[in-house]
């Protein structure tokens, strides 16, 4: 209630309601945009850092020739990562268990390219269709219960998928996992090489297509309600939202991404084992989300890239305690490493908008 | 089919014992710690280290293995847990992960990989037959143990100064506070039992379980089930999901092997998809 409103008794005015004059009829929209509809345009329009980013992305193996087999593992966990941030950072679900559509995207691409058809694009489709099949279907667990029961059951499902992948032997060749995938060339054209050439530029190509439908998505009034749904669920159903559809929705959409991600994994390194719907990589790509900040698009990118680096430089020199440093940096993290980084963040986009060079990453959350 | 129940019984006894503190720390002071296996795991090697190092008997380094994570446990909780308990469940998730991986791979560095063997007091080896139902002497120890402390757990919180205490504590901190509870001694207290009793949960169940680094992560979601299935009312629903997970493990594990550990998961999303709160939880 705000301060001041005078409580006088309703029908204050001497008209009955029924007849008050009708509101002015709204202005035309062609000139007068309202200014929801401006500040969705607005966060649509793209930023100069944003071209940037992907330029770097783009010429990044003419620069660095020999690392593109890194640069590629960046592109798909950068993928798989995005995936995530659409159901956490915009829908803010949790989830223990994403591995389960990355490694069911990689087992049904695996799958296809050995049994059906060797072609890389037809081999996505089916493992975003698969993906979104489960993701469709899990869905619905996701919708009750709080936070804990939420960490569970996605939990308790990739276990199941585990499990499954793990004893059904005959399909998924259990511990051995699939081998000798052979992929065709890329819509015909380009060969993948040694040298992961053509992995990297088709999984950069892939993730930059979806990367553009997720912006064009979260920026569209769905995504705003997405996040009205994250805010307040309670809120956002009284003002009209529907927050179960669109729950649905973007859990299978994401489902979809993080199938896409695995496709890309299991085409590009012609193998998929039961590595890939192992615990680990849920809880690493968590990591990813929190170094790079969830809830934009870019966060799940930068945190890839951060991620990989960092991951590359340890295991080269502790290979086999890699995980230790991973643990580290999450504890570090959450315990307030977090806020610190943030907080330099800011500190360095206000230095850099007084430099006057503005032009930063769109649809940050304040 | 009776030794199978039995030994169901005694499984579940076993992760009673491991999962009684993340029963008071999830269930009562609505913590996540994944890393609960952890503290169980440091049991275990505890009692390992002294058996193979320092030569002492069994039962002789049960206490140790009691304390040793207790007192870790209370030094974690006034460092790096306080500070975690106002924010969020996943927060509080991602912090308990990186120190299960941590101490994964430390204990990994200085372990080894492999799986480590406890040897029982020849007493206690061997079986005996009841009825022509052979029952395990070391199972009907761990049994028995668990039974002595289960009922004292379910005393101390039921029917003591510190129970009551905890209690209110947990209900209202401040509350309690005003009243003069000391709450932040009351819940590193309280952390700390809850990880030793994870540290002799993980001595005894070194023998039946097997004991390597990858120890948190195999055990961390039955843990978990056991709290979430139970519900987060007190001790008895979780001992209760306990006993039933144990039997089901292992008849599922004896009748149908290739289904493997997939009976567990489904019953959890089961019971969580139709009482999101637990089987046995009273609504709030």
Redesign the interface.
Known sequence: MTAGTPSAPLPASPLPPEIVPAAPPPAPLARDVAPAEQAVRRARRWKPAEFLFWTVALVAPLVLPRSMLLMNEIAILALFALSLDLILGYAGI?S?GHAAFLGVGAYAAGLFALNVNADPLAGLLVAMLTASALGFLSSF?VL??????R???T???A??VF??A??WRSLTGGADGLQGIAMDPVLGLFDFDLKGRTAYLYSLAVLFLLFLAARRMMGSPFGLSLRAIRDNRLRASASGVGVNGRLVVVYTLAAAYAGAAGALLAQTTQFVSLDVLE??RS?DL??VL?IGGTGWLYGGLIGAVLFELFQDAVAAATP?????W??????V????GREAVHKAGAALRRKIAGLKIAGLFGGRRP | MLTILFDGVAYGMLLFILASGLAVTLGLMNFVNLAHGSFAMAGGYVTVVLMQRYGMGFLATLPVAFLMPALIGAVLERTLYRPLYDKSHLDQVLFSIGLVFMSVAAVDYFMGSQQQLVHVPSWLQGRFDIAGTGIGRYRSFVIGVCIVVAVLLQFVLARTRFGSQLRAAVDDQRVARGLGIEVGLLFTLTFAVGSGLAGLGGALGAEMLGLDPTFPLKFMIYFLIVVTVGGRAGLIGPFIAALLIGIVDVAGKYYVPEAGAFLIYALMIVVLLFRPQGLFAVAR
């Open positions: 949790v223990l667990l009750r219960g709080t936070d804990l029961t960490l569970m059951v939990l308790g499902v276990l199941l499990e499954a793990n004893s615990f680990h809880a968590m990591l929190i086999q305690y890699w995980q230790f991973v643990g580290l940096l999450l504890v993290f959450v315990s307030g």
